[in-house]
């Protein structure tokens, strides 16, 4: 951490000093009973590895975390989290902010929890989900509160590029970091990145990279919207 | 590591020597898709504090642990898994063993995996589930290969002994250590436990200690076993 803070001041321009930048982080936990749940995997690395790149051009940073085994990176304001609605309470909660980075695996959807743990007894429940609230696109059509970069993620099987790109639209946001999360990447849980970034301009891929070098470079982007 | 050695040196007899015991830990995850899972809670403290008290005794000790955020115990060999059918798969190939202790949250049930991520098109998916192989009654009833001291878990919100004495009595186990994992006791993830014993003999409360004190009266009755 005193490595971490010394290199920061050698970085030169902070040239995110001043802003405020909120970015999720990890998976959530959707409770299915006292005992079991349905979690999205994500280790946090990248999300994590953001928020400390932004805080070390000087941002503030608020980054709000789901379950992860990850320690807090130095700098950034960290609040933990276990579900969606938890997770998007504290987006709002930390919002005005010049920037919002969702990188956050969030569950699509969630059980109505009970008090009680399932029994095995017979047949496999059927569990009935419900969807969580959509956050990237929630904050994205914030009426006057809309940070002014939104920047999404997109785990996606199959067609990368056209799945993203639907995806920017449908949202709302700015950009979209997409990487394909298929068997026999590696990305998931793993320590690099390929990732193609999604703007308004088109799609540009991005050479695969440790996460914290993606992370760097995502937080040099952010920073040339600020300049 | 070296004060654990010389601490286990210092136990005095080392009455599992020569012992075998297959002890499983932490939860399983069962894929929904490539970037979903159905978990169970469980940090894995205490089955890995039950494989490091068994290894301080003497035994030779195969700890069979779903994912956990734990470093290995000391002395003990450990078989990383993440499904149930992995676990199963890993304890059978485990065996011949004198004691087996699963202390594993082993997910009820399993998900039929997807290649490809489920998109959030229109209405929440059904999640079909199909049960998941009953590791503990199945050992419990292995003809020839049973370990001679078969020991289950249960977690209980509830009429806790009943419920674990129907477990032990169904499962076909020698002991159930059943704990209440009620919203409130801490338990889940805490570094306390609050156990009944449940064994031929009836159901013996053991008073609230921390996981580690619960691992070594347990460790120090299946020595009793085998003294």
Known sequence: AILEAIVARLDGERILAGRH???TSGPTHEPIDPVRYIANRSSGRQ????AAALARRGARVTLVSGPVALADPAGVAVVRVETALEMR???LAALPADAAVFCAAVADWRVEAQGRKIKKTGAPPALALVENPDILAEVSRLEGRRPRLVVGFAAETGDLVAQATAKRAR???DWIVANDVGAGTGIMGGAENEVVLITEAGAEPWPRAGKDA????LAERISGIFQ
Chains 1, 2 share one sequence.
């Not at 999300?47 to 953001?50: F, L, P, V």
């Not at 993606?214 to 470079?217: E, H």
């Open 21 to 23: 930048v909120v970015v």
């Open 47 to 50: 999300g994590h590895a953001i």
């Open 89 to 91: 309470a504290a987006v």
């Open 171 to 173: 949202k709302g946001c």
């Open 214 to 217: 993606v992370a760097d470079r």
